[in-house]
T-cell receptor, first 113, second 113 residues
Framework: GQQLNQSPQSMFIQEGEDVSMNCTSS?????WLWYKQEPGEGPVLLIA?????ELTSNGRLTAQFGITRKDSFLNISASIPSDVGIYFC?????????????FGQGTRLTINP | DTEVTQTPKHLVMGMTNKKSLKCEQH?????MYWYKQKAKKPPELMFV???????INESVPSRFSPECPNSSLLNLHLHALQPEDSALYLC????????????FGPGTRLTVL
């Protein structure tokens, strides 16, 4: 089945630094989603991307749907302590019939104040 | 409003108990999902309901029994669980199955003793 390779697996940064993470696949996707999950809580949708080349912002977060439809990245600018958590990319594969959401393994973000 | 609610927040049960997890959404979504999530891993799909009918069962053991009483409610009945079933159980919903963005609830933290 389809797989998403998400990197990096973890990041340790200083408050105020910018963050970049990405997901890649050998398969084509129709939709890319970025979620943030904090301990003991469910994933919260940050950004949804529906079109190749699409660049979307949500406050300090910016995400792009890759032109090849096989990748996506998420950037966080000027990180703050509340950005701590696990960030998951997820994608809906292209193809005939119903497709299941595929998740990356997550990027764990830790911020030193 | 993109809220999915889940009850209870935490559940501790013995291996001989019968319990139920509940999920509710009022966004008019016609697809609802159950996921299981182990620590530091992405969510794993268990069941999908589309228009109140079970569309996907990801070979889940019969000790987990889903139910969709109406388009807003989704239950997961638990019976004779094993300690390895301890996990965060997440409910999600989307406008339609497979093509739309999924919104997650806060989850139920289940511990099986």
């Amino acid at each position: 089945g389809q797989q998403l390779n998400q990197s990096p697996q973890s990041m340790f940064i200083q408050e105020g630094e910018d963050v970049s993470m990405n997901c890649t696949s050998s398969s084509i996707f129709n939709t890319w989603l970025w979620y943030k999950q904090e301990p003991g809580e469910g994933p919260v949708l940050l950004i949804a991307l529906y079109k190749a080349g699409e660049l979307t912002s949500n406050g300090r977060l910016t995400a792009q749907f890759g032109i090849t439809r096989k990748d996506s990245f998420l950037n966080i600018s000027a990180s703050i302590p509340s950005d701590v958590g696990i960030y998951f990319c997820a994608g809906l594969p292209a193809g005939k019939g119903a497709q299941k959401l595929v998740f990356g393994q997550g990027t764990r973000l830790t911020i030193n104040p | 409003d993109t809220e999915v609610t889940q009850t209870p927040k935490h559940l501790v049960m013995g291996m001989t108990n019968k319990k139920s997890l509940k999920c509710e959404q009022h966004m008019g979504h016609r697809a609802m999902y159950w996921y299981k999530q182990k620590a530091k891993k992405p969510p794993e799909l268990m069941f999908v309901y589309s228009y109140e009918k079970l569309s996907i069962n990801e070979s889940v053991p019969s000790r987990f029994s889903p139910e969709c009483p109406n388009s807003s409610l989704l239950n997961l009945h638990l019976h004779a669980l094993q300690p390895e079933d301890s996990a965060l159980y997440l409910c999600a919903s989307s406008q339609e199955y497979s093509t739309d963005t999924q919104y997650f609830g806060p989850g139920t933290r289940l511990t099986v003793l």
